[in-house]
């Protein structure tokens, strides 16, 4: 009888240790999923914020006491947008420049980590280490320096002063290079002696391997063209040559000096609209990317 109460009572404790480590469990979770759903509000409410701003009447914007949904929904206030800010011909720049300084990066930035990681010269560790370094000075030091040499070489207020100072990005660079490293070298020495170029094998091998970083790279390329603001400002702010992040500054000004706030809102997010499509769909390409390439160095 004593062994068997000291099973029953064993039992019960082992029972008791179970469901209190399942509340623990269930409890961890609710505060997980709690936590989570906080930060999610409070990282959507900006947008929420500027989608309902968009849809109100100027008067119901400036009222001392703010709604959390428009008394009257202006839909037109996105109509007046595109016509008011010159939505197209800012698009179009942003896209010329955009498409036109990702597909010449590209190259320089495939071609480069090629070298790196595949070719052997003298003193090709120094120089890319050397490029590394370059990635520490401040970016505000460049944009001075790049803004006396264009001025000098008359570029300004071209489609040229927006695309050919930030071809090279030593990140991008780095990051592929790092990808380049993980394809097994021996699949470049067989290649050499069957006779295959370094271009060939460059386009038939490395490049189909490295898809996810180069998807990364286009991406991360594109938006930061469609996100510049401060280059272009300086350098191409006469109108015919601005970007959309500046045409949106002075757009919606009236000639009194007030700003259509609800209309600015409905601009900025119709230039929001293509950043979050693309994030959305294609996440998933960016986080692949960035994960294969920083295992080997």
């Known amino acids: 009888m004593a062994d068997n109460n000291i099973v029953v009572m064993h039992e019960r404790q082992m029972n008791k240790v179970k469901t209190a480590s399942k509340v623990g469990g269930v409890a961890g979770k609710v505060l997980t999923y709690l936590f989570l759903t906080i930060m999610a509000l409070i990282i959507l409410f900006p947008f929420y914020w500027m989608i309902i701003s968009s849809l109100k009447t100027l008067d119901e914007y400036r009222m001392s006491v703010p709604t959390f949904w428009p008394r009257v929904v202006m839909f037109s206030n996105y109509a007046e947008a595109f016509t008011v800010g010159k939505l197209g011909r800012l698009f179009l720049n942003t896209v010329i420049v955009g498409l036109v300084s990702t597909l010449l990066s590209l190259v320089i930035t495939v071609i ?23 990635m520490m000075i401040p970016g505000e030091l460049f944009t001075i320096t790049n803004y006396g040499t264009v001025t000098s070489l008359g570029w300004k207020n071209t489609y040229t002063v927006l695309i050919v100072p930030f071809l090279v990005s030593v990140f991008y660079i780095y990051l592929l290079r790092q990808n380049f490293l993980q394809i097994p070298n021996e699949l470049y020495l067989a290649a050499k002696v069957d006779g295959t170029s370094d271009i060939k094998y460059l386009w038939k091998v490395m490049i189909p391997l490295a898809l996810p970083t180069l998807i990364s790279i286009t991406i991360l390329k594109m938006t930061g063209a469609w996100n510049s603001y401060i280059w272009p400002r300086l350098v191409a702010n006469d109108g015919v040559h601005s970007l959309i992040t500046n045409g949106l500054r002075n757009a919606f000004t009236e000639t009194t ?20 499509i693309v994030f959305i769909f294609l996440r998933k390409y960016i986080m692949k990317g960035v994960s294969r390439s920083g295992i080997k160095g």
């Open 257 to 276: 000096g007030d700003v259509n706030y609800p209309v600015q809102m409905a601009a900025v997010a119709l230039v929001s609209a293509p950043l979050f």
């Open 112 to 134: 480069s980590a090629f070298a790196f990681a595949r070719l052997e010269f003298k003193g090709k560790n120094i120089l890319f280490a050397g490029l590394l370094a370059t």
